[in-house]
């Protein structure tokens, strides 16, 4: 056996040579020319396929899909999808014509203050938003939409969702929106004290009620009430509590209907 190598020399097929038999095509070949076919499929909060004119599912699959969803939802521990958004909700504003359609100067800034969510005292936190507004250099004819436009800012947890839930356009003024915060949150201050007052052992009740006009504003007309005509017991200060906010509530609509409109007006 020699112990020279052999050189051995392999020739590959290419297109100059001149071989009878070509490499053949794939079986599946892209043809560049023709058109691609695309369907758009959307898809609902549970991740199923939602049916419509332009997501290529038949009418009768979407119904089968619809009843898939509600299955779905229906299985205890099963994550319950986000309701859809609108694509027009962020237009929709509680504030009422002209306060929504106004703009407010672009410095304006909302006070930095804590978030009020719904266990406090809801009158404490409209007089601190009041007194930090002042510190805004805002023009007199602009104050009373960013009065209105910044409290919404100052509200988190509960407060926050009750505002969520208010009906569109529905807020005409400042007062009206105080009055509406007023009413929803003062209840919930008074029983939300109530339930707490309720896990302390041996509570003395002259210290629960002192402990709650602590929390009370000095210059409101119930703080006075309180301390010349002290309540027995928790009840008796809800029960007040309720009669002040009924009354607020009935002077409140006396100013409105004894305010002068454009058609008493002299000319």
């Given at each position: 056996?020699?112990?020279?190598?052999?050189?051995?020399?392999?020739?590959?097929?290419?297109?100059?040579?001149?071989?009878?038999?070509?490499?053949?095509?794939?079986?599946?070949?892209?043809?560049?020319?023709?058109?691609?076919?695309?369907?758009?499929?959307?898809?609902?909060?549970?991740?199923?396929?939602?049916?419509?004119?332009?997501?290529?599912?038949?009418?009768?699959?979407?119904?089968?899909?619809?009843?898939?969803?509600?299955?779905?939802?229906?299985?205890?521990?099963?994550?319950?999808?986000?309701?859809?958004?609108?694509?027009?909700?962020?237009?929709?504003?509680?504030?009422?014509?002209?306060?929504?359609?106004?703009?407010?100067?672009?410095?304006?800034?909302?006070?930095?203050?804590?978030l009020y969510?719904?266990?406090?005292?809801?009158?404490?936190?409209?007089a601190q938003?009041?007194?930090?507004?002042?510190?805004?250099?805002?023009?007199?004819?602009?104050?009373?939409?960013?009065?209105?436009?910044?409290?919404?800012?100052?509200l988190t947890?509960?407060?926050?969702?009750?505002?969520?839930?208010?009906?569109?356009?529905?807020?005409?003024?400042?007062?009206?929106?105080?009055?509406?915060?007023?009413?929803?949150?003062?209840?919930?201050?008074?029983?939300?004290?109530?339930?707490?007052?309720?896990?302390?052992?041996?509570?003395?009740?002259?210290?629960?009620?002192?402990?709650?006009?602590?929390?009370?504003?000095?210059?409101?007309?119930?703080?006075?009430?309180?301390?010349?005509?002290?309540?027995?017991?928790?009840?008796?200060?809800?029960?007040?509590?309720?009669?002040?906010?009924?009354?607020?509530?009935?002077?409140?609509?006396?100013?409105?209907?004894?305010?002068?409109?454009?058609?008493?007006?002299?000319?």
């Amino acid at each position: 056996m020699s112990s020279q190598s052999k050189n051995v020399s392999v020739s590959t097929p290419s297109s100059s040579s001149g071989l009878n038999n070509p490499i053949p095509p794939p079986l599946f070949q892209k043809n560049v020319n023709q058109p691609k076919k695309t369907i758009s499929v959307g898809f609902s909060g549970s991740g199923i396929p939602a049916g419509g004119p332009d997501t290529g599912i038949t009418p009768s699959m979407a119904k089968e899909l619809k009843k898939l969803r509600e299955m779905i939802s229906s299985v205890p521990g099963v994550v319950q999808p986000l309701p859809e958004m609108s694509a027009i909700s962020h237009r929709i504003s509680r504030l009422a014509p002209p306060i929504c359609d106004a703009e407010i100067p672009k410095r304006f800034q909302t006070p930095n203050m804590k978030l009020y969510d719904g266990t406090t005292d809801p009158e404490e936190h409209v007089a601190q938003y009041k007194e930090r507004m002042e510190i805004n250099l805002i023009p007199l004819d602009l104050k009373e939409v960013c009065l209105c436009k910044g409290f919404g800012s100052t509200l988190t947890g509960s407060a926050l969702k009750w505002l969520l839930n208010v009906p569109p356009y529905c807020i005409t003024s400042f007062a009206h929106f105080i009055n509406l915060f007023k009413n929803q949150f003062s209840c919930n201050y008074v029983n939300k004290f109530g339930r707490e007052s309720l896990d302390i052992p041996n509570l003395d009740i002259i210290t629960a009620v002192q402990a709650f006009n602590m929390g009370l504003r000095k210059d409101s007309q119930f703080y006075e009430d309180l301390v010349m005509n002290p309540c027995r017991n928790l009840d008796e200060v809800r029960n007040r509590a309720l009669r002040f906010i009924r009354l607020e509530d009935d002077k409140k609509i006396q100013q409105r209907m004894d305010a002068p409109t454009g058609y008493n007006q002299p000319n």
